[in-house]
C-alpha cells in the first residue's frame, strides 16, 4: 500500500507542477539578475525558448518541460492502481531522476541537450522525488498481511 501512496503522491504533484507551469500568475520571466545565474543562449531553438521561465520563481521550466510534468503525473496516478505498478513506477522514476538530477549538474546537459531546462533549483527537487521514489521501489520491504486463527 504504502508503494501505491508514493506513485499517487508523486503523480499529482507531478500533474499539479505540470499544470501551474502553464498559470501565467505562477511563473515569472527571467531577470537580468538571473540571467547571469541561467542563460538563455540566443541559438536554442523554438522548443526551448517557448514557454521559458521560472515557476514561482524557483524552478526553471518550459513548454516541454510542463508536458513531461504532466506525462510523468499521469503515468503516476494510473501506476498507482495496483501494487505492481507502483512498484514498476517508482523504480522507473528514481533511477530516471536520479539521472536528470546528475545531468543538472553538468553544464553540457543542464538543458537536456537544447529541450528542457534541469538546473538551478530542479537539481536538488529532482534528486529528493528520486529518493523517495527510490525508497519505495527499492528498499521498502513489502508488508505481506496474514491472518492467523
Known amino acids: 500500500m504504502r508503494e501505491r501512496n508514493c506513485a499517487l503522491v508523486l503523480g499529482i504533484l ?9 498559470v501565467p500568475a ?3 520571466l527571467p531577470s ?20 521559458f521561465g521560472y515557476l514561482f520563481g524557483l524552478f526553471p521550466i518550459n513548454l516541454m518541460h510542463n508536458l513531461v510534468h504532466l506525462a510523468v ?4 496516478i494510473s501506476a498507482s492502481t495496483t501494487v505492481g505498478g507502483a512498484r514498476l513506477f517508482n523504480r522507473f ?3 530516471s531522476y536520479l539521472l536528470i538530477a546528475i545531468m543538472g549538474l553538468v553544464p ?5 541537450f537544447g529541450l528542457m531546462p534541469i538546473f538551478g533549483n530542479n537539481v536538488w527537487f ?10 519505495f521501489g ?4 513489502d508488508k505481506e498481511t496474514s491472518l492467523s486463527v
Open 126 to 135: 529532482n534528486a529528493v522525488t528520486a529518493l523517495i521514489a527510490g525508497y
Open 73 to 76: 503525473g499521469i503515468f503516476g
Open 108 to 112: 553540457v546537459a543542464h538543458t537536456t
Open 93 to 95: 522514476f528514481a533511477i
Open 32 to 51: 537580468p539578475d538571473m540571467a547571469s545565474a541561467a542563460p538563455l543562449p540566443i541559438d536554442m531553438g523554438d522548443t526551448y525558448v517557448q514557454g
Open 138 to 141: 527499492f528498499v521498502a520491504p
Open 26 to 28: 505562477l511563473v515569472t
Open 14 to 22: 507531478f500533474t499539479v507542477l505540470g499544470l501551474a507551469g502553464f
